[in-house]
């Protein structure tokens, strides 16, 4: 596996209270599924749910998403951040209350292998909802580091999102025990050791 940077910066758990603050991170590219995100967040704000959305990235789809948010009448809950660097995504972690990486597979058949800022969100007691996506399941195990809700189901995405809501110390046991994988299986400086061993066996 690749390695992540293993610092924390917060060691309590979420404030899990409303308006809560959900964090999506990545291109804005078919294969991320953040329409269905936003499809899931009519779904909570139907519900009398209070919340605020933070998307951190750019990409080819920025403006559809915003005409989706215009349309599904979200624009007063959603902030775009534009493109920041991986060290300002600890500024996001540490105000989030849950990340929504809700991946799919593309027409095109693209997809994501495993993407890291669900690596990142634990590290911060930050719980994650995503979907079993290619590598995915290999971090996230439903119930136990994290919840995966079905791919292209915004109820299903909501149900889970709601869960979190409802389920402050359950979210943070999932959240804590996915920072003991993280440092268990993406600690860069022992993941790096393994590859150069590798390497060094052919030289």
């Given at each position: 596996y690749n390695g992540v940077p293993l610092r924390a910066?917060?060691?309590?758990?979420v404030a899990m209270r409303a308006p809560y603050r959900?964090?999506?991170?990545g291109h804005f590219v078919r294969?991320?599924?953040?329409?269905?995100l936003l499809m899931a967040s009519r779904?909570?704000?139907?519900?009398?749910?209070?919340?605020?959305?933070?998307?951190?990235?750019?990409?080819?789809?920025?403006?559809?998403?915003?005409w989706l948010i215009y349309r599904i009448k979200l624009s007063d809950r959603v902030h775009f951040h534009r493109f920041v660097r991986h060290v300002a995504i600890t500024k996001l972690c540490a105000v989030a209350d849950m990340l929504i990486m809700p991946c799919v597979?593309?027409?095109?058949d693209d997809r994501d292998g495993l993407p890291t800022g669900i690596l990142d969100a634990p590290m911060y007691?930050?719980?994650?909802v995503t979907t079993a996506?290619?590598?995915i399941p290999e971090f996230i195990e439903d119930g136990v580091t994290g919840l995966l809700a079905e791919e292209c189901?915004?109820?299903?995405?909501?149900?889970?999102?709601?869960h979190l809501i409802a389920n402050r110390d359950e979210a943070d046991a999932m959240a804590e025990r996915g920072r003991g994988r993280v440092r268990a299986q993406f600690d860069p400086e022992r993941n790096h050791r393994h590859v150069l061993a590798l390497y060094e066996q052919y030289v």
């Open positions: 910066e917060r060691d309590s758990a959900i964090l999506a991170v294969k991320k599924g953040f329409d269905q779904i909570l704000a139907d519900a009398g749910i209070d919340f605020r959305i933070d998307f951190a990235g750019y990409g080819l789809l920025r403006w559809q998403l915003k597979v593309a027409p095109s007691h930050v719980p994650v996506v290619s590598g189901g915004p109820a299903a995405l909501a149900a889970a999102m709601r």
